[in-house]
């Protein structure tokens, strides 16, 4: 019994020896992954701040016009600042309700239908195309009928968007335990109000954050604008009338060019955008936050 009883122990603290070493390997691959990917990332961001915070700082960034003379040196971005703005929002308050209400369906209506395997299919299909084939067909439907405007552009970033949210919430929905649904029913809960105050406050960070990736895509997009918004030196702050413009617009334009003055501006718009998206990222966060403590509440 002795014997036995040393060779167990043996046996354990050779185990045990191994699993730390696998342990302690693992920790060092994650952490060196985690250098690795934050090295370009923190290069980026160092490299637009230095280059872009004078320009985003001068007088008259966030509320000039853009320079008629396009070469010339000088701030000036309401224009963009105010139709990224207004583009992206109208793209979000489209396509975030609709892909919510997608994703609902798939995963608590569908039921294996084929209808809900068509919408599954399509759905990750138009997470693959080209956001300059979005932008083609926005300007084919829209843009040749009614001319350039903010909502043309809206409506390829919606497009663009839809897919994100409906894949990222229905993935998120399944996350959500049955046990929480069979509990609702239980105390007599109907389908619709047990999605509303059990299935959707459970799953909302997850949503929220799919939400995210996906404006954040879109408000970066620049293809899809270039056949739908046109291009603006002064602010047009009216939705359905008239070409706008938008800061990634402003950063292809003014980057590919050799005057210094445009350049500038290029990184300028390139830090705004970066801010923006920074900004509305931390207060989604908060949301999330917020209702993650609620529900667990």
Do not use: C
């Not at 029913?185 to 105050?197: F, S």
Request: hydrophobic share 55%.
């Amino acid at each position: 019994m002795t014997a036995v009883a040393l060779r167990g122990s043996i046996t354990e603290s050779t185990a045990g020896r191994g699993r730390q070493v696998k342990s302690a390997l693992a920790t060092v691959l994650i952490v060196m992954s985690l250098v690795i990917v934050m090295i370009p990332l923190v290069m980026i961001i160092v490299t637009v701040v230095s280059r872009g915070w004078a320009s985003v700082t001068a007088p008259g960034w966030f509320t000039a016009d853009i320079p008629i003379v396009s070469r010339s040196e000088g701030p000036g971005m309401a224009p963009a600042v105010l139709g990224t703005l207004m583009i992206t929002g109208v793209a979000t308050a489209m396509a975030v309700p609709l892909g919510i209400l997608g994703g609902i369906y798939l995963n608590e209506y569908s039921a294996g239908s084929r209808l809900g395997g068509i919408v599954r299919f399509f759905s990750d299909v138009m997470t693959g195309v080209p956001s300059i084939v979005m932008g083609l067909f926005v300007y084919t439907i829209w843009t040749l009928e009614f001319g350039f405007s903010a909502f043309g552009g809206a409506l390829a970033l919606a497009a663009l968007m839809l897919p994100v949210v409906i894949r990222t919430s229905d993935e998120m929905l399944k996350l959500v335990p049955m046990e929480l649904r069979e509990s609702a029913y239980a105390l007599g809960g109907r389908k619709a109000g047990t999605i509303v105050r059990v299935v959707l406050p459970a799953a909302a960070p997850g949503i929220i954050s799919g939400a995210l990736l996906a404006i954040a895509r879109a408000a970066g997009e620049t293809a899809p604008l270039l056949f739908t918004i046109g291009f603006v030196n002064a602010s047009n702050s009216n939705l359905m009338n008239g070409p706008n413009t938008a800061l990634s617009r402003e950063i292809f334009k003014n980057a590919i060019s050799l005057f210094p003055g445009q350049q500038a501006r290029a990184w300028g718009a390139a830090l705004t955008l970066i801010g923006i998206v920074f900004v509305f990222t931390i207060l989604a966060r908060i949301v999330s936050t917020v209702l993650a403590r609620k529900h667990s509440s």
